[in-house]
């Protein structure tokens, strides 16, 4: 920024501190004045929602009226005539009066008819014979009731809060006896309540009591109790809240209204026009100044800083700065050219260096793109084959040899990520990408991995394995990065049972709070000293080195893992003592939320075991692993279209719009990957994206967009399980 324009802004500034300090305190007066009547008129307001919640109650109240007295519904109560509820009582008759329950009950007080209807999905459940468990409380008041009463109320259910009306059934003309007894119910959701008639120009919040709520609503409740219902939001808003109850004092819902202070903002504008009166004269008052300091003080040094800036911007070129008179900013302009003569010799060494390191760095990742397709495509075809072999054979000898292949495939896969890793995470081009999993699964897949690395230790009977999770983490939903946070356990796991010969070694999973998760591997081994607990996390670093070694490695397994650990957002630390053991803390930041169990089998793993509603799009150049992957979809019950080329996937996909999910190698895009999924997205919306490769990276645009995900092959079948069930929840 120029001198010139700094003391203008310092002259301005000091003006406009002034003008601040005049527009705070006519901002006191005026909200000072004004306040009483914001209040009173919010508080009006509120009055009129309640008013509108009553006359809804009382429309309610005649529909139910009007039904009740009806001589075809008395025929019905008494000789149970089926005819009467499908012509009358449908659907639609829930539809038109906003309804979700209907009750008649005869008078010993059985239900002889009852339906429920979900208006959000439009369910239609009938109940007859069953009734809602709320109705056995009402039978001592309706056992009371005479032919001219009627019960209206709302009431906290299991449904949750519902507006109810109980009317005796008369004939036509509402004269006795009493034949039986009619109800209507509709639950009040936040909606409902936001959408009263009668209020305008206001906002309306309404928070369901009934459900789990946080703490700022229990201070609001508190706030609302204790009289202090109005409050300002700001400058602009006042806001008032009020409880609505049920018949029985159970709070239902905390209401809110907001609505702009118009009286205050009246006074407000009137202040604003002689404000901006004043505002111009002050902005004349900068013009006049910038012009006379840039005519007669400043105009030679913004010269002289034009000339610097092209001469940086072009460092090759000769020119120099114009040198001017004999005064300060001459002996400036001379200081900058010979500066300006060493730089630009210093610049051209740098460029020449710079340009030799890209160099270097392209083609070590061009390297490492190729050695890895080259490794992961036959090992994929290996390890893929092997698990279908293993799926559909009986033969035990036989299984066992296919999950010996299957094993030696994960051991050099692991030699092969690790060295991935290493150069990945110096490039740091790992990201993190999170996805929905079950907690159950997650943890006895990881049970399982540790128990089959001790079995192929031939260690599994001098070593015990203890495991430990949190009921609260299995049964709940969780969003991280399952298969880093594998790699980093995995890690750990080798380490624990390359570290102990005997004893035990014990794995656990808890809860630190609502958005944190713990993992554990204790282990009874040789423990780690005090001054290598920090070193054996750097590259190429053991707590047992020499040359006389006893355990073999390299030294980057718990250095990878840390640097993985950074990179999801996780703590990795140790806690040690010297020939006692070892315990390795993995703190990971996790969302959790709770599990849907299928009620038939009360089994989690049941409920996304199989997806036989599901259809995928599997687009590879390469027939094999195009073979494996569609086994992989097959065996969980979902339908599979294939495609070896990006025409006719897009083909398929106009056919079949009812594809969850489409797969695609990431070779097939050629860079083109944002292309492909704006037009998958334009024949089905919010189309979920796998991307498959067997290279080191995936493009880093393709990271940044919704319901995009990536899996590396050699697939790992339950990996590639989880990802589609993922891409199906959230198609």
């Known amino acids: 920024m120029s001198i010139k324009n700094r003391t203008i802004i310092s002259l301005l500034l000091s003006f406009f501190l002034i003008l601040g300090i005049i527009i705070f305190a006519t901002n006191m007066v005026i909200n000072s004045s004004f306040e009483d009547l914001e209040t009173n008129t919010i508080l009006s307001k509120l009055r009129s929602l ?115 009306v109980f009317m005796p059934i008369l004939d036509s003309s509402a004269q006795g006896p009493v034949n039986g007894y009619f109800m209507m119910g509709r639950i009040l959701k936040d909606y409902y309540i936001q959408g009263i008639r009668g209020l305008s120009g206001v906002r309306t919040t309404a928070t369901d009591l009934t459900q789990d709520y946080n703490d700022t609503i229990q201070q609001k409740i508190n706030d609302t109790v204790t009289g202090n219902r109005v409050k300002l939001l700001d400058n602009i808003w006042i806001s008032a809240s009020d409880l609505l109850y049920d018949v029985n004092g159970d709070k239902l819902f905390l209401i809110e209204i907001s609505a702009p202070m118009e009286a205050t903002e009246i006074a407000r504008d009137m202040r604003n026009v002689f404000l901006i009166i004043f505002i111009c004269l002050a902005l004349f008052l900068g013009v006049l100044l910038n012009y006379i300091l840039g005519k007669y003080v400043l105009n030679r040094l913004v010269d002289v800083q034009k000339n610097v800036k092209h001469v940086t911007d072009d460092p090759t070129s000769d020119i120099t700065l114009a040198v001017k008179g004999d005064d300060e900013l001459s002996d400036l302009a001379n200081n900058i050219n010979r500066m300006l003569g060493s730089l630009r010799d210093s610049r051209v060494e740098l460029e020449a260096a710079k340009q030799r390191a890209e160099e270097s760095d392209r083609l070590k990742s061009s390297f490492l793109n190729s050695i890895t397709h080259e490794l992961r495509t036959p090992l994929n075809h290996i390890m893929g084959f092997s698990q279908l072999i293993s799926s559909q054979i009986r033969d035990g000898e036989l299984k066992d040899f296919a999950r010996q292949i299957y094993i030696s495939g994960e051991s050099l896969l692991r030699i092969i990520q690790d060295i991935i890793d290493l150069a990945l995470a110096e490039h740091s081009m790992l990201k993190a990408k999170p996805h ?51 790699q980093i356990l995995h890690k750990l796991f080798l380490n624990a049972v390359k570290y102990t010969a005997k004893g035990q070694i014990e794995f656990g999973m808890q809860a630190i709070d609502a958005e944190n998760l713990r993992y554990y591997v204790k282990d009874s081994g040789i423990g780690i000293e005090e001054e290598k607990q920090k070193l054996i996390f750097n590259y190429f670093r053991q707590s047992d080195e020499g040359s006389n070694r006893k355990y073999n490695g390299v030294g980057i397994g718990l250095s990878i893992a840390k640097r993985i650990a950074e990179i999801i957002g996780a703590t990795l630390y140790v806690e040690s003592v010297y020939k006692q053991g070892s315990c390795f803390y993995l703190d990971v930041p996790c969302i959790s939320r709770k599990l849907v169990v299928d009620k038939g089998t009360g089994s989690p793993t049941d409920v996304l075991l199989s997806l036989p509603e599901a259809s995928f799009l599997v687009v590879d150049s390469d027939a094999t692993a195009m073979v494996i992957m569609k086994s992989l979809i097959t065996s969980i019950h979902a339908s599979c279209h294939v495609s070896s080329g990006i025409k006719s996937a897009l083909e398929i996909a106009r056919v079949n719009t009812g594809i969850n999910c489409a797969i695609i190698a990431v070779e097939l895009c050629k860079g083109k990957e944002i292309q492909l999924i704006k037009s998958l997205r334009e024949i089905i919306p919010e189309l979920p994206v796998v991307f498959t490769s067997g290279s080191m990276a995936f493009p880093d645009a393709i990271h940044k967009i919704a319901n995009v995900y990536v899996i590396r092959k050699p697939f790992v079948r339950d990996e590639f399980h989880d990802i589609l069930r993922a891409c199906v929840a959230r198609a």
């Open 50 to 164: 309640r008013s509108g919640l009553e006359q809804e109650q009382k429309e309610l109240e005649k529909t139910v009226r009007d039904w009740a007295h009806w001589d075809d519904m008395r025929d019905y109560v008494n000789h149970y005539n089926p005819s009467f509820i499908q012509s009358n009582i449908s659907e639609s008759l829930f539809q038109n009066y906003n309804l979700n329950h209907v009750a008649i009950i005869d008078t010993d007080f059985r239900v002889v008819y009852a339906a429920a209807y979900d208006q959000y999905d439009e369910v239609y459940q009938d109940l007859s014979g069953i009734g809602f468990n709320y109705l056995e409380q009402m039978v001592p008041d309706l056992k009371s009731m005479q032919p001219a009463d009627y019960l209206s109320f709302t009431l906290k259910t299991s449904s949750g809060p519902m507006m109810l």
């Open 436 to 486: 929905p999993i079950q907690g159950y699964d997650h943890f006895f897949r990881n049970k399982t991995l540790l128990e089959e690395i001790l079995k192929a230790s031939g260690n599994e009977h001098a070593v015990k394995l203890i495991f430990n999770a949190d009921q609260s983490c299995l049964m709940k939903e969780l969003l991280l990065d399952s298969g880093k946070v594998n």
